[in-house]
């Protein structure tokens, strides 16, 4: 077997009358990502570190933001194409571990359904899926609430 790790990494801005999509879910606030897709950060990253891992090169040149075709697309239907280019590749799923860097609102109390949310998507269970939130104590674009960031680390197997 041999195991593969990838990194991932997604910004998005904030404004208000946008939704805020994390995980798959819709958070309820004044502010949401500004995007082509749905802006979900989190699946951004993680779709990142997987194709990174896999070698596949990245999200933008699976799915470019000029597509016309993906505006406004449901950011978990780009991770389960992710997910087949991978399984073309036969890779499977080990852990993955991730960070989400938002001021507001605390997201703490969603993570479980995050999980779950990523888990069907991705069919592995969510004890492979770890997420964490942190603020970026009022510093930079994350603490003043101009944007959101995510970082994903991925352990792959090749089967």
Not at 90 to 100: A, K, L, P, Q
Request: aromatic content about 6%; proline content about 3%; charged content about 25%.
């Amino acid at each position: 077997m041999k195991i593969r790790v990838g990194f991932g990494y997604d910004v998005h801005q904030l404004a208000e009358g946008e939704e805020l999509w994390l995980g798959g879910i819709n958070i309820k606030h004044s502010k949401g990502s500004v995007g082509h897709s749905d802006g979900d950060v989190l699946i951004h990253a993680i779709c990142d570190a997987l194709l990174g891992a896999a070698n596949l090169r990245d999200i933008g040149f699976h799915f470019p933001d000029n597509d016309p075709t993906l505006k406004g697309i449901d950011s978990k239907i780009l991770l389960d194409k992710t997910i087949c280019i991978l399984r073309e590749k036969s890779f499977e799923i080990g852990n993955i571990d991730c960070t989400i860097a938002l001021q507001k609102p605390k997201i703490k109390d969603f993570i479980p359904d995050m999980q779950t949310t990523l888990a069907n998507v991705l069919k592995i269970s969510t004890e492979d899926i770890a997420i964490k939130a942190t603020t970026t104590e009022k510093l930079g674009f994350v603490g003043t609430e101009d944007g959101i960031a995510a970082y994903a680390t991925v352990l792959i197997n090749k089967i």
